[in-house]
């Protein structure tokens, strides 16, 4: 592994970058098959019975170096990296040009700015037993009161003068009442290593950690549901023999989208989240040629 260090896009400062806020962390199972699309040849995918372990980062930050920002980061699946495994982004998605731009040259990911649109709706709390039901359906009844909130996240990616629909993100969330407070989970203490970079706009490839300091409690995956009809994907040995800078692009967002609707298993919410990301490292061709081949 080499020494060299990404120099600090202006604003963002030296590292460590802090970040801090909430987010949701879901893991899901993604076709190897997927994911080889966004990973590099000489790095060996983490697969069982055709599947890696994938999914998405949702994370809403109240304070960073690029002020406050709204972050989906595509998760590809897990590359090995002994003796351990390594994250792959397929995609980050930010609302910040400011932090589109940090991610794509000094941390080396497939950063692109895009719209969050955000949208809250109380859900009532059912009353389970026959009488409180009844008085509810002739309205005399005050037992059925929101309880639960559903938010609708719907993430469009933003290029020049058009956009493209990424997904919608259903999140189902707890509202602490005056009577019981909103239980956040146990503190943790965690490190999510990650490779990046192979990209136009940094073509080294990298090796960083996100280190985080947070409240973390299971909740029930977000539904999520993606643009409606996806653009058909095209390859390299198609008919035509042509293979467009638009095609590319196309193909890339159509697959991060099937990374988006693959199975989930499990979902972290993280609150009181504090985030440092340390400044990548180069890996020296000795370390990458060192590596498990695919």
């Given at each position: 592994m080499g020494s060299g260090e990404t120099k600090s896009s202006t604003g963002y400062g030296s590292p460590p970058w802090i970040f801090k806020g909430s987010a949701l962390y879901q893991l899901h199972?993604?076709?190897?098959?997927?994911?080889?699309?966004?990973?590099?040849?000489?790095?060996?995918?983490?697969?069982?019975?055709?599947?890696?372990?994938?999914?998405f980062f949702l994370a809403n930050y109240d304070h960073s170096p690029a002020g406050v920002f709204d972050e989906?980061?595509?998760?590809?699946?897990?590359?090995?990296?002994?003796?351990?495994?390594?994250?792959?982004?397929?995609?980050?998605?930010?609302?910040?040009?400011?932090?589109?731009?940090?991610?794509?040259?000094?941390?080396?990911?497939?950063?692109?700015?895009?719209?969050?649109?955000?949208?809250?709706?109380?859900?009532?709390?059912?009353?389970?037993?026959?009488?409180?039901?009844?008085?509810?359906?002739?309205?005399?009844?005050?037992?059925?009161?929101?309880?639960?909130?559903?938010?609708?996240?719907?993430?469009?990616?933003?290029?020049?003068?058009?956009?493209?629909?990424?997904?919608?993100?259903?999140?189902?969330?707890?509202?602490?009442?005056?009577?019981?407070?909103?239980?956040?989970?146990?503190?943790?203490?965690?490190?999510?290593?990650?490779?990046?970079?192979?990209t136009e706009y940094n073509p080294n490839l990298l090796k960083y950690a996100c280190r985080l300091a947070c409240r973390v409690r299971a909740v029930r995956p977000a539904k999520i549901s993606g643009p409606s009809p996806l653009k058909k994907e095209r390859n390299v040995d198609s008919e035509s023999g042509e293979y467009?800078?638009?095609?590319?692009?196309?193909?890339?967002?159509?697959?991060?989208?099937?990374?988006?609707?693959s199975k989930p298993i499990l979902a972290l919410e993280f609150n009181c989240l504090e985030m440092q990301v340390e400044a990548p490292t180069m890996l020296s061709t000795n370390s990458t040629s060192s590596l498990p081949a695919a």
């Amino acid at each position: 592994m080499g020494s060299g260090e990404t120099k600090s896009s202006t604003g963002y400062g030296s590292p460590p970058w802090i970040f801090k806020g909430s987010a949701l962390y879901q893991l899901h199972l993604v076709k190897a098959e997927t994911a080889r699309a966004f990973i590099p040849k000489k790095l060996r995918l983490v697969e069982a019975f055709g599947y890696t372990l994938g999914g998405f980062f949702l994370a809403n930050y109240d304070h960073s170096p690029a002020g406050v920002f709204d972050e989906l980061v595509v998760i590809a699946g897990i590359v090995w990296n002994p003796p351990t495994s390594c994250a792959w982004a397929a995609r980050v998605l930010v609302n910040s040009e400011e932090a589109c731009h940090h991610g794509r040259k000094d941390v080396g990911l497939p950063s692109q700015v895009a719209r969050f649109s955000k949208r809250i709706t109380p859900v009532p709390r059912q009353t389970k037993d026959r009488i409180g039901g009844f008085l509810n359906m002739i309205g005399v009844s005050s037992t059925s009161r929101p309880s639960k909130d559903c938010m609708d996240v719907q993430v469009t990616e933003v290029l020049g003068p058009t956009s493209s629909d990424i997904c919608n993100i259903k999140l189902i969330t707890d509202v602490p009442t005056p009577k019981f407070k909103k239980w956040m989970g146990p503190s943790i203490r965690m490190s999510l290593p990650s490779f990046s970079g192979q990209t136009e706009y940094n073509p080294n490839l990298l090796k960083y950690a996100c280190r985080l300091a947070c409240r973390v409690r299971a909740v029930r995956p977000a539904k999520i549901s993606g643009p409606s009809p996806l653009k058909k994907e095209r390859n390299v040995d198609s008919e035509s023999g042509e293979y467009t800078a638009e095609d590319a692009a196309d193909n890339g967002r159509n697959l991060s989208i099937s990374v988006m609707l693959s199975k989930p298993i499990l979902a972290l919410e993280f609150n009181c989240l504090e985030m440092q990301v340390e400044a990548p490292t180069m890996l020296s061709t000795n370390s990458t040629s060192s590596l498990p081949a695919a």
